[in-house]
């Protein structure tokens, strides 16, 4: 069975960090190009990194560039989001999707075929 697991969320203060992982069960992480996602409350899914399955390509959310980064380790067959420099606006449920190519329309959601099951992450002081 394929299947997704997030872990890493939590709370963090204004200026923290935290590390997400997303690890799959039934496949290989570097088989598959990995998407990392956000939700709020009232607000749609939206893009916060995503990475080709061969890592050879990575996008970023505007809202996140510079302050986040997504990368993977073989080894541990495991696609983690490093997340600094976090801010209330950061506030969400995280999810991790999986999708065996890659293009331009790995920003959107309705493309990836696996989910996992999100792991919430509070920023407040």
């Known amino acids: 069975q394929v299947q997704l697991a997030e872990s890493g969320g939590g709370d963090a203060q204004p200026g923290g960090s935290l590390r997400l992982s997303c690890v799959p069960s039934?496949?290989?992480?570097?088989?598959?190009?990995t998407g990392w996602f956000r939700q709020s409350p009232g607000k749609e899914r939206e893009l916060v990194a995503a990475?080709?399955?061969?890592?050879?390509?990575?996008v970023y959310g505007d809202s996140v560039k510079g302050r986040f980064t997504v990368f993977r380790d073989r080894g541990r067959n495991t696609v983690y989001l490093q997340m600094d420099f976090l801010g209330p606006e950061d506030t969400a449920v995280y999810y991790c999707?999986?999708?065996?190519?890659?293009?331009?329309?790995?920003?959107?959601?309705?493309?990836?075929?696996?989910w996992g099951q999100g792991t919430r992450v509070t920023v407040s002081s």
């Open positions: 999707g999986a999708v065996r190519s890659w293009g331009p329309w790995v920003e959107t959601t309705n493309r990836y075929e696996y």
């Open positions: 039934g496949f290989g992480s570097s088989d598959y190009s």
């Open positions: 990475i080709k399955y061969d890592g050879g390509n990575k």
